[in-house]
C-alpha cells in the first residue's frame, strides 16, 4: 500500500529535539566522511579521531568559534536548540556542553533539512579549520 501522506517540510514547526536528532546524524556523517575522504586508515583509527570530534565537549567548542559567523536566523536555531530540556543526561562533559552540542546539532539538522547544503559544509569547514 502506498503511503499518500503529504510529506511535513515545515522546519520552522519541528521541535529544536526533532532537527537535533537529525542534525546529529548529518554531523556524524559529515565528521566520517571528511575523515576517509583525508586519509585512508584502519577504522579503529578513524573510529578514534571521529569519537575526538563527535562529543558533547568538541560540539560546544566548534559551536562557540562559529557563533560569529552565523546569521540572525541561525542564531536563533542554535539558540531553541541549546535552551530545549532533553530527557536525558550527558554521560561524559558538562550539562552546558550538551546543551551547546544539542543546538548545534539542532542547527545542522534544520539546514540539512531545508536543503541548504552549501552554508551547510561552509560552516562544518569552520569547524575543521578550528579542529586542526
Do not use: W
Not at 68 to 91: D, V
Request: contains cysteine.
Amino acid at each position: 500500500m502506498e503511503n499518500t501522506a503529504p510529506v511535513h517540510n515545515k522546519t520552522d514547526e519541528y521541535s529544536p529535539l526533532t532537527l537535533a536528532f537529525v542534525g546529529d546524524g548529518v554531523y556524524d556523517l559529515l565528521v566520517r566522511e571528511y575523515l576517509v575522504r583525508r586519509a585512508n586508515q584502519p577504522v579503529g583509527e578513524l573510529n578514534k579521531i571521529k569519537v575526538s570530534l563527535v562529543n558533547c565537549k568538541s560540539q560546544a567548542l566548534f559551536a562557540k568559534q562559529i557563533m560569529p559567523s552565523l546569521t540572525e536566523k541561525e542564531a536563533a536555531i542554535y539558540r531553541r536548540g541549546r535552551n530545549a530540556a532533553p530527557k536525558c543526561t550527558p554521560k561524559n562533559g558538562s550539562v552546558a556542553d550538551y546543551h551547546s552540542a544539542t543546538g548545534l546539532e539542532c542547527l545542522f539538522g534544520y539546514l540539512h533539512l531545508n536543503g541548504e547544503t552549501d552554508r551547510l559544509n561552509e560552516l562544518f569547514n569552520l569547524i575543521l579549520h578550528n579542529a586542526f
